[in-house]
């Protein structure tokens, strides 16, 4: 499992993504991040509203819950997530991800 760190301000983990990819969905682990293939491409910011809008599906929050905070312009990025305790982050990471 991946590390969560809980603030006031919500639950942060680490992301790993690859755009382009043929399709959008989680792909797993790579080292301490959970890797997200996305199908956009990182133009103009769609790569990192399909990762929005794809983790609010996921974890079952609203947009604007979800926000980078480190990392808009790299692979790798700090997520956090809004509104939620690590437990309840957690349980929703390890239902999404790949056996």
Known sequence: MIPLAETPAGVSFRIRVVARAGSTRVAGTRGD??????AAAPVEGAANEALIAMLAALLG???RDISIASGER???KIV????TNAAEVSEKLLAILPP
């Open 33 to 38: 991040a959970l890797l997200v293939r996305l």
């Open 74 to 76: 790299a692979r790798d």
């Open 61 to 63: 929050h609203a947009r």
């Open 80 to 83: 956090r997530v809004a509104g």
